[in-house]
């Protein structure tokens, strides 16, 4: 009797792994990727995606649209990197990715278009970076990631807009942008970068959104001819960090928003112009390098105002007798 059940059990399996084995199997298909080339381009198709690789042709003006009858969707890392020929690219909708150092050292591009109907992404780090010419960009509303240093020493550079939909902000962004006058960033980040404005000799203007709440070390370093902080430090910032202001040589006032817990050291380094500075009453934590690197003569007859009976107010008493301190 138990053969018979065992019998019956092995011939019941056997039947569903022989139903198994006969029903078809889904394949994937996987295309490998393949590169290509002509005498200006090289590039690389994988299904629908086309990636520039190499421009190697010398003319002034490019067009990045298609390859291979194909829309080129990303342009690879240092694609451009070092031509010293291109002045103007235009720059097609298909493309949702610029990479790093694309266009790194194009000393002598001073046009950047974009196709009003693209989908680009991200740029990447240094992806313009030591472009020397390049007066003016619009970045596309699309874009949500800009990386470190994207625009660094684009130094004739003289406004620029992020726009709404940017998440991510790499930094030193715009450092060493040194024409920089004006600059707007809508895009909802919580946290200025470090070094975002670094070296910005003639920045004058910044507009920036309220969703910030740290404001990123040396972010306004060497920044010579900011003369306060209006506009600078948006009403929701909780932390600021070090050397923020340092250098920063015609500052006269600065003024911390009524949010800011926490002050890192030497955010006022040589700063030789500072007559006022209003500390508010959240502040819970401050540098004992508050004030460093300011010079003596500046100590002397700074002012600093701080709520009565504040914890900013009693540490400003007790820290500098040549300071000024008015409570209010």
């Known amino acids: 009797m138990k053969k018979n059940c065992f019998f019956k059990l092995l011939a019941s399996i056997l039947a569903a792994v022989m139903i198994i084995t006969m029903l078809p199997v889904a394949t994937t298909q996987t295309h490998a990727a393949t590169k290509k080339s002509n005498d200006d381009w090289e590039w690389e198709v994988d299904g629908k995606k086309v990636t520039v690789l190499k421009y190697k042709g010398d003319a002034s003006s490019v067009k990045v649209s298609k390859l291979g009858g194909k829309a080129v969707t990303k342009i690879a890392s240092s694609a451009f990197k070092d031509n010293k020929t291109l002045e103007k690219v235009q720059i097609d909708k298909g493309v949702t990715e610029i990479g790093s150092y694309a266009f790194y050292g194009c000393e002598n591009l001073t046009t950047v278009q974009f ?3 693209i989908k680009l992404k991200k740029i990447d780090s240094q992806a313009f970076a030591y472009c020397y010419s390049l007066e003016k960009i619009t970045i596309p509303a699309s874009v949500t990631d800009i990386e470190y240093a994207a625009f660094d020493n684009c130094q004739s550079l003289t406004s620029i807009t992020v726009p709404k939909n940017v998440i991510n902000l790499g930094s030193k962004v715009f ?18 970068p470090s070094d975002t404005f670094y070296n910005c000799t003639y920045l004058e203007k910044v507009t920036l959104p309220t969703t910030i709440t740290e ?11 900011l003369t306060s902080t209006d506009g600078l430090i948006p009403k929701n910032v909780k932390k600021i960090g070090s050397s923020v202001f340092s250098n920063c040589l015609s500052l006269t006032e600065a003024t911390l928003p009524s949010k800011v817990e926490e002050v890192e050291s030497s955010i006022f380094n040589n700063c030789k112009m500072l007559e006022t500075v209003s500390l508010p009453k959240s502040l819970k934590t401050i540098s004992n390098n508050f004030f460093y690197g300011i010079p003596d003569e500046v100590l002397r007859y700074l002012v600093v105002k701080a709520p009565d009976g504040s914890k900013a107010a009693k540490w400003v008493e007790n820290k500098d007798e040549r300071i000024t301190l008015k409570t209010k």
């Open 215 to 225: 404001i990123g070390s040396c972010a306004y370093q060497n920044c010579y001819m």
């Open 175 to 192: 450092g060493n942008c040194f024409s920089l006058k004006e600059a707007t960033i809508k895009g909802e980040i919580k946290t200025l």
């Open 115 to 117: 196709n009003k109907k």
